[in-house]
């Protein structure tokens, strides 16, 4: 019995302990986005339009940007590593190229995200009239 009892204090301590590591990373990432001012101005944006829905957006989009220029800096960089090997030259305008490129591509991925909950809030919407009766909105536009 003192064997599984040790066995379960183990595993108890182990998932503890991995929650306080997820929870340090959640509030550090939650640190970054306040720091960067990206929640709050996506809270102005949604209140000053009105819609919930502009807020989560405008979050999107930001957080879409701030991913995607330095994916787009690194991917240029690592492309040209290879070319610079055989030319023997590296440029800085490539890294600047690089997270425009990157930019752009996060906004594409932040407004598929945004279409993609869009459809899920029209969907669920429809559904949930027809389970419970309730008058729900669908989201405009779609």
């Given at each position: ?7 379960l ?6 998932l503890i ?5 997820v929870?340090?990373v ?11 001012g990206?929640i709050?101005?996506s809270v ?6 009105g ?18 220029v ?14 610079a ?6 440029d ?7 997270a425009?490129?990157?930019a752009?591509a996060?906004?594409?991925v ?7 909950s ?25």
């Amino acid at each position: 019995m003192a064997i599984v009892s040790l066995i379960l204090a183990a595993i108890v301590l182990f998932l503890i302990g991995a929650g306080i590591a997820v929870g340090l990373v959640a509030c550090g990432l939650a640190a970054l986005l306040v720091g960067l001012g990206m929640i709050s101005s996506s809270v102005i944006v949604g209140i000053h339009s009105g819609r919930t829905t502009d807020g989560i957006r405008a979050f999107l989009l930001q957080c879409g940007i701030i991913a995607g220029v330095p994916a787009g800096a690194i991917s240029a960089l690592l492309a040209t590593s290879l070319i610079a090997e055989l030319k023997g030259v590296v440029d800085w305008p490539v890294l600047i190229y690089g997270a425009l490129g990157g930019a752009l591509a996060g906004i594409m991925v932040a407004l598929a995200l945004d279409l993609m909950s869009r459809r899920l809030h029209a969907w669920a919407a429809l559904r949930l009239t027809r389970v419970t009766g309730a008058d729900v909105k669908a989201a405009p536009g779609l």
